[in-house]
Nanobody
Framework: QVQLLESGGGLVQPGGSLRPSCAILGSILRVNTMGWYRQAPGKERELVAAIRDGTTNYADSVKGRFTISRDIAKKTVFLQMDSLKPEDTAVYYC????????????WGQGTQVTVSS
């Protein structure tokens, strides 16, 4: 059983930075993929960044600006967000995926990121 807790969102000006984190509560033994998604009002939830076995991938809209990383010892995943734009405004959700004993995805409750001048 896994629980996820996001923190570190907030209000920043365009061009600013934030580094939300995702704390994993419980066992990480069965988790093989971690990711960050975001959802703006009236929009579908979209994948922002993911990491598996040290390999990362990013949405085209955030490449070069966002970096996903993890600290296995601390059971924490980070999303470094630089050069933020107003269109990055959304609720950001942490995601953890497992494939065994059955496929399942865990979700955090989300942290609000607002980019505005």
């Amino acid at each position: 059983q896994v629980q996820l807790l996001e923190s570190g969102g907030g209000l920043v000006q365009p061009g600013g930075s934030l580094r939300p984190s995702c704390a994993i509560l419980g066992s990480i033994l069965r988790v093989n993929t971690m990711g960050w998604y975001r959802q703006a009002p009236g929009k579908e939830r979209e994948l922002v960044a993911a990491i598996r076995d040290g390999t990362t991938n990013y949405a085209d809209s955030v490449k070069g600006r966002f970096t996903i990383s993890r600290d296995i010892a601390k059971k924490t995943v980070f999303l470094q967000m630089d050069s933020l734009k107003p269109e990055d405004t959304a609720v950001y959700y942490c995601n953890a995926g497992q494939r065994w004993p059955q496929p399942y995805e865990y979700w955090g409750q989300g942290t609000q990121v607002t980019v505005s001048s």
